[in-house]
C-alpha cells in the first residue's frame, strides 16, 4: 500500500492544527477563576486528533507553544499597559493543557476506537478533564488557585458539552466520507461489470468464430480428398491446388486450436456466476444510462436519457442484459446527430420481459429495412468516411434468438426515430435454482 497520500493527508492535518487550535482558544469564557478559561480549542484538537493516521507528540507539543505564543500576541496588541512578564505568566499553564492533552491522546492510542464512538466520547472526557488538573494545578503552584465542587461540576460538564461536540462533527465527516468512497466504488463495479459485458460479448463472436473455422476446416479436407481421389495424372495445376487446400486447412485448424483456447480462458472467467451476477433490473439500467452518458459527452452529443420500469421483476443476469441492451442503447447514442432524446421501458408481460428503446433521431431508412440484421452491414461512418464494423445489431438478434426471444423495431412516434422492441423469456435471465 502507498502510504505517501496517507502521510500528505496527515501533514495538511498538523499543519491546520497548529494554525487554527490557536485561533479557535481564543472562543472562550472564564467559569472558575481570571486565568483558567474554557474555549473552543481544545474540541478543535480533540477532533483534528482523530483525523491523523499516526498521532505525533511534536505536532501537540507545536501547538501548545503557539497557542501561549498568540496568546501573548493578542495582550500585546489590544493591552495600553502591556507586561511581557505578567502576560507570559498568565498564559503559559495553557502550554500544559495542551501538550498533556495530546500525550493522553497518544498514550490511549484513541484512534484505535474509530467505530465506538461512546468509547472515544468517554476517552475524550477523560482526557480533558485530565488536562484541565493539570494546567490548574500549575496555576495553583504560581497564583495558589483553589478549585471549589462547582467548579470541578462545570469542569465536568464543560468536557462533556465538547465531546458530544466533536462526536457529531466526527460522526457527519465519517458518514461522508464512507458515502464518498461508496460512491467510488459504485463507479469502479460499474466500470467493472461494463469491462465483464464486453468480454461477454467476445465471447459469443469468438464461438461463432470456432464454429466457422471448423466449417471451413471440413469443406477444405473434403475438397482436398475429392481433388485426390480424382485420377488426374501429371496435372500441375491440380496438384498445386491440393497442396495449397491442404496448407489452408491446417492454417484454419491452428487458428481454430488458438481460438479454443481464448475461449476456454474466457468462459471460466464468465461462466462462474455467483449471486452478484444477477441485479435487479433498477440497478441494471442506471448503469446503462449512466455509461451511455458518458458516451454521449465524449461524443459531444447533448442527450437527455430516461427510463420507466413496469411491474415487480425478479433480478436478471447482468452480463446479458448489458450485452443486449447497452449495444442498442450505444447505437442510439450514434445516430442521433447533435441533440436528441433516448427513453428505454421495460416491462414484464406473462413470462417474458420487454425491452423497448426508443430515440428520435434520423430513423431507418426504408431501403434498410430488410438489412439491418445482415453481418456486415452499416450506414455509420467516422468523420474520416471509415465505415464501422456492422456486427451490432447481428450480435444483438443472434443474442435474443439463443434466449429464444424475438427483436423487431419500427419508426419513432411522429414519424421520427426508431423503435427497437426486445421480448426475452424470464426463465433464461434469472438464475437457475439447485436441483438435487
Request: contains cysteine; proline residues 3%.
Amino acid at each position: 500500500m502507498d502510504m505517501y497520500p496517507l502521510l500528505r493527508k496527515d501533514r495538511i492535518i498538523i499543519l491546520i492544527m497548529i494554525f487554527f487550535v490557536p485561533l479557535a482558544g481564543e472562543i472562550n469564557f472564564y467559569p472558575i477563576n481570571e486565568t483558567f478559561r474554557v474555549s473552543l480549542g481544545p474540541p478543535t484538537l480533540f477532533l483534528l486528533l482523530l483525523f491523523l493516521r499516526k498521532t505525533a507528540i511534536i505536532p501537540g507539543f507545536l501547538t501548545a507553544i503557539l497557542v501561549v505564543f498568540f496568546r501573548i500576541l493578542l495582550d500585546f496588541m489590544l493591552e495600553a499597559n502591556f507586561n511581557w512578564l505578567t502576560s507570559f505568566e498568565t498564559h503559559y499553564p495553557s502550554f500544559f493543557f495542551y501538550f498533556t492533552y495530546t500525550c493522553l491522546f497518544y498514550l490511549l492510542k484513541i484512534n484505535r476506537f474509530h467505530r465506538r464512538l461512546l468509547v472515544i466520547g468517554t476517552f475524550g472526557i477523560t482526557i480533558e478533564i485530565l488536562s484541565n488538573f493539570v494546567e490548574i494545578f500549575i496555576q495553583y503552584i504560581i497564583f495558589e488557585v483553589t478549585i471549589t465542587s462547582g467548579s470541578l461540576f462545570e469542569m465536568f460538564f464543560t468536557a462533556l458539552s465538547h465531546s458530544f461536540m466533536v462526536l457529531g462533527v466526527f460522526s457527519m465527516m465519517k458518514l461522508y466520507e464512507a458515502q464518498s468512497q461508496e460512491i467510488e466504488v459504485r463507479k469502479r463495479n460499474e466500470h467493472m461489470l461494463l469491462h465483464v459485458s464486453n468480454l461477454y460479448e467476445e465471447t459469443i463472436h469468438l464461438k461463432k468464430t470456432l464454429q466457422s473455422s471448423e466449417k471451413i476446416t471440413m469443406k477444405t479436407y473434403e475438397l482436398y480428398r475429392e481433388l485426390v481421389e480424382k485420377e488426374v495424372v501429371d496435372n500441375k495445376c491440380i496438384e498445386k491446388v491440393r497442396q495449397q487446400l491442404l496448407e489452408i486447412a491446417g492454417e484454419i485448424h491452428e487458428i481454430k486450436k488458438d481460438n479454443q483456447r481464448i475461449f476456454a480462458g474466457l468462459s471460466k472467467l464468465i461462466s462462474n456466476e455467483s449471486f452478484t451476477d444477477y441485479v435487479n433490473i433498477n440497478d441494471l439500467i442506471k448503469i446503462i444510462v449512466r455509461a451511455n452518458e458518458k458516451y454521449a459527452h465524449l461524443l459531444e452529443k447533448d442527450i437527455l436519457f430516461s427510463y420507466n420500469i413496469n411491474g415487480s421483476h425478479p433480478h436478471y443476469h447482468i452480463y446479458t442484459i448489458l450485452s443486449i441492451v447497452n449495444n442498442l442503447v450505444a447505437n442510439a447514442v450514434e445516430a442521433i446527430k447533435v441533440k436528441g432524446a433516448i427513453n428505454i421501458e421495460v416491462s414484464l408481460k406473462h413470462h417474458s420481459v420487454q425491452f423497448q428503446i426508443e430515440d428520435d433521431g434520423p430513423g431507418i431508412l426504408d431501403k434498410n429495412r430488410e438489412l439491418i440484421f445482415k453481418p456486415g452491414f452499416t450506414s455509420k461512418f467516422d468523420g474520416m468516411g471509415n465505415p464501422s464494423t456492422g456486427i451490432g445489431l447481428t450480435f444483438v438478434e443472434d443474442m435474443v434468438k439463443k434466449l429464444n426471444g424475438n427483436i423487431t423495431f419500427k419508426q419513432g412516434p411522429n414519424e421520427r426515430g426508431t423503435v427497437f422492441i426486445i421480448c426475452l423469456p424470464v426463465d433464461n435471465l434469472v438464475e437457475k435454482e439447485n436441483t438435487i
